[in-house]
């Protein structure tokens, strides 16, 4: 038994070795450029857009998304796609709808493809009304040249960068992807991960900010609101630089809280096993509570309220010189 499981061994070795040295010879073959494994041809098409619009609608699966201004009368669409997943664009009722078109049959859904799918939207003005987005895993880039009424973004592994100013309110939700928000002004800012990371920075909201996330890491830097509502599970929340007129209320689980040099009217801190820390703008009433952990505050009693209540995490509060 023992002698026929040996030669099983020795057999699969040399399989192995012999599959390794066939692959090296391939690979030599094509200079090493793995991208001529792929079994999908990709081409380049250019959808032309007649026709006035001032909404975007844009439905896609695994295209990486860019927009780029250009001063064309019309808007043009580039796409590097596969020659059996396609894109329609064309103007519905004042909205520029862009969907994927997937022809493919059942068994080319079994291939290897190691390029990815991008489009690049020329738009000829700077001022939209509204932009939805659907994708998957596509990334998304939105420059500094377009601003919007309203925004709105749905992904599942994307990153979003987003240097585009919303008059109304802005809504980005993703499950793995990061979002990036960066030197906009919004009416209204709702961010929300699963487990992605969300930053933003030098960012003005007019009215509440909403940020959510379960695993993802949260960073907040220069950043100003009415109101300030940020939630997580395990990831850490830093508002660095980060002052709401009214309310600044934070929820976490195990994940730690971190205030550089911010401040609000009234602060709420709630976590379980997270630390507290940081320094704040003004002095505040400060009410504390938690279970083992140590509190370090100022014994100040002017200012709106500070309450921080942890379960095992300690709290370690100053108030800025």
């Known amino acids: 038994m023992y002698k026929a499981v040996k030669i099983w061994l020795i057999m699969a070795a040399v399989l192995v070795a012999l599959g390794m040295i066939l692959f090296a010879g391939v690979m030599a073959t094509y200079d090493w450029d793995f991208t001529k494994l792929s079994t999908v041809t990709y081409v380049t098409n250019t959808y032309e857009v007649s026709g006035g619009f001032d909404k975007i609608s844009i439905h896609v699966d695994t295209t990486e998304i860019e927009f780029v201004p250009t001063d064309d009368e019309d808007c043009s669409i ?86 585009a100013s919303v008059s109304d309110a802005m809504e980005v939700e993703l499950s793995t992807g ?81 205030l550089e040099g911010s401040d609000a009217a009234e602060i709420f801190v709630k976590t379980d096993t997270g630390d507290v820390t940081g320094t704040l703008l003004s002095e505040k009433v400060f009410i504390t509570e938690t279970s083992t952990g140590r509190i370090h505050v100022p014994k100040t009693t002017a200012g709106g309220k500070c309450e921080v209540k942890t379960a095992t995490g300690d709290i370690r509060i100053d108030v800025a010189p």
Not at 102 to 121: A, F, H, N, Q
Request: overall charge negative.
């Open 78 to 163: 580039v796409c590097l796609e596969a020659d059996t997943v396609t894109h329609s664009a064309d103007v519905q009722n004042g909205t520029l709808v862009i969907r994927t078109v997937d022809t493919r049959k059942w068994y080319e859904y079994i291939c290897i493809s190691l390029g990815t799918p991008k489009m690049t939207v020329y738009l000829p003005q700077d001022e939209y009304v509204s932009l939805f987005i659907e994708t998957d895993t596509g990334n998304i880039t939105i420059p500094k040249d377009f601003s919007f009424a309203t925004l709105d973004i749905e992904g599942d592994t994307s990153d979003v960068d987003c240097f």
């Open 178 to 258: 990061t979002i990036r928000i960066d030197t906009i002004t919004a009416g209204q800012l709702n961010l929300t991960t699963t487990t992605g990371g969300i930053r933003v920075n030098s960012v003005t909201v007019r009215k509440n900010m909403d940020i959510e996330t379960d695993t993802g890491t949260v960073k907040l830097t220069d950043t100003a609101c009415a109101d300030l509502f940020a939630e997580s599970d395990t990831g850490t929340i830093t508002l660095q630089n980060v002052v709401a007129a009214g309310k600044l209320f934070i929820e976490s689980d195990t994940g730690d809280v971190r």
